[in-house]
């Protein structure tokens, strides 16, 4: 490869030009939102805007969003409520959500990684406490689109109240929060090319939810603090684009099956997770057996590309990545897995490079010629 190809959307997407002058102009024009003066009132007109274009990214009702710090605030800020007796879990959520309740109940998914609904329907009815199911809309290291929409019935049917988080769905594939029928839902502007340090919380009904953060009224009570203006900013910026650029972003698919298609020609054995199922356009999971993630990884950096074992929350273990392993997948394979992530930047050139390095890497490692 000649120059670096980024391969590693899924952690963090490169931040949108539009985005980066729109946050140095709002810092520019300055001014606390929660002031009463001009300036004040010029930086709240700015935050609501933002707040619109966030809900419609995912056909939400503008007054049930709250921004947040980040995705991972948003899931703590959800399934943290005193209310909520019982939460229950998939086994393939992010450790935001995972780790939010240490009391969680988890629900397991299926070899294939979907959920298992006939799991969580059991869980349902196991107990009457009041419960929140908390699902995933896709995940962050297969990709793999999860049936909320089902989940979300069986919720309400028993009582529940459900939690999407779509951090790694919103702006990749179309999302209706209420087709989808959730109560709360997670995003974050950085996955989309917004600033980091960004994220949202949305509530289809806002007084559900509990303060997170004490302090001032920020955020109609229920996240404290100054309004971060520019990153919000850049965050209803990224929106924007984001949900104009949905089409090109689902043909994607289209570089995605081509690499995996190259790599099933270079290696037969390979196993693609989550192949013929929905899954993000943009991501591929594989592994090849007696092919170390980590070899793969620092090769393939060496070499020019950017791409990751799984989620960068949970970089630098040398273990079976915990989503595979809830499927069952054995450590001889799972220890060998890589995550592929595709972008807006990415081209077809992007894709032949990566391959070309990757049966150098392969080739040179399992001793063929």
Known sequence: ????????????????????????????????????????????????????????????????????????????????????????????????????????????????????????????????????????????????VQPVAEATQLAHNAGALFHCDAVQAAGKIPVDMKALGVDSMALSAHKIGGPQGVGALICKTPSMMPRFVHGGGQESGLRAGTENVPGIVGYGVAAECALAGLNDFGALANLRDALEEHVLAIEPSAVIFGKGLDRLPNTSKFATKGLTSEVQVMGLDLDGASISAGSACSAGRVETPYVLAAMGIPDEIGLCAVRISLGWTTTPADIDGFIAGWQKLHDRKLGKS
């Open 1 to 144: 490869m000649t120059s670096r190809s980024y391969l590693d959307f899924n952690a963090t997407a490169p931040t949108r030009p539009e985005v980066i002058d729109a946050v140095a102009e709002a810092m520019r024009e300055g001014g606390n939102a929660s002031s009463v003066h001009a300036d004040g009132r010029a930086a709240r007109a700015r935050v609501e805007k933002a707040r619109q274009h966030v809900a419609t990214l995912v056909g939400a009702d503008a007054t049930g969003v709250i921004f947040t710090g980040s995705g991972t605030e948003s899931n703590n800020q959800a399934l943290r409520c005193d209310n909520i007796e019982r939460i229950i879990v998939s086994a393939v959520e992010h450790e935001s959500v995972l780790q939010a309740r240490p009391d969680a109940v988890v629900c397991p998914v299926t070899p294939e990684g979907l959920v298992d609904l006939d799991a969580l329907a059991r869980l349902l009815e196991e107990s009457e406490k009041s419960t929140m199911v908390s699902i995933m809309l896709a995940n962050n290291e297969t990709g793999i």
